[in-house]
T-cell receptor, first 111, second 113 residues
């Protein structure tokens, strides 16, 4: 069964600290993996997209890693800011152009 | 970058009425658009795949007669919630793909009273 699981479900960190979010998937065949940031009441906004051959991709303070062998991905946020408070969703594109969504990690950055 | 615009961003309607939500790809043509529903604190759930010029493909458990989808042009797909009930209250989001990237609309908060 094609699934995407994210951990932790929620996370609270202090402003300025780093954090890492995890995404494990069983989707096969795998096309690409994306990380999205979703503010409350808004649509998801793309942070990174990685294909099978890519191991690391950065977008400012966001760095995503991908291990296609173990089917794991992580999103590392450096020097967190209050505006980073949001839900982070891992999305894997699988067969037949179908997207599989993780349940998201709700990040709360406190001052 | 590519932009997907969704309208309205929020709507309140009476039970039994119908509501139409529009999804537009502003600077690219999208032969396929996707409609999702998201309940509070839950992930996005795919409702249907909207195909330009043909019938939409609905996910299991989604009533096609209740959630009418029309994709009449390469830049516009509409979702109509017919005979809305309070349990239809949710956050509806559309997305469109261009190449390997997927872009999401801002979402529509539907409240049925």
């Amino acid at each position: 069964k094609n699934q995407v699981e994210q951990s932790p479900q929620s996370l609270i960190i202090l402003e300025g600290k780093n954090c890492t979010l995890q995404c494990n998937y069983t989707v096969s065949p795998f096309s690409n993996l994306r990380w999205y940031k979703q503010d409350t009441g808004r649509g998801p906004v793309s942070l990174t997209i990685m294909t099978f051959s890519e191991n690391t991709k950065s977008n400012g303070r966001y760095t995503a890693t991908l291990d296609a062998d173990t089917k794991q991905s992580s999103l590392h946020i450096t020097a967190s800011q209050l505006s980073d408070s949001a839900s982070y969703i891992c999305v894997v594109k699988g067969p037949f152009n179908k997207f599989y969504f993780g349940s998201g990690t709700k990040l709360n950055v406190k001052p | 970058g590519a932009v997907v615009s969704q309208h309205p961003s929020w709507v309140i309607c009476k039970s039994g009425t119908s509501v139409k939500i529009e999804c537009r790809s502003l600077d690219f043509q999208a032969t396929t658009m996707f409609w999702y529903r998201q309940f509070p604190k839950q992930s996005l759930m795919l409702m249907a795949t909207s195909n330009e010029g043909s019938k939409a493909t609905y996910e299991q458990g989604v009533e096609k007669d209740k959630f009418l989808i029309n994709h009449a042009s390469l830049t516009l797909s509409t979702l109509t919630v017919t005979s809305a009930h309070p349990e239809d209250s949710s956050f509806y989001i559309c997305s469109a793909s261009r190449g390997v990237e997927a872009f999401f609309g801002q979402g529509t908060r539907l409240t049925v009273v």
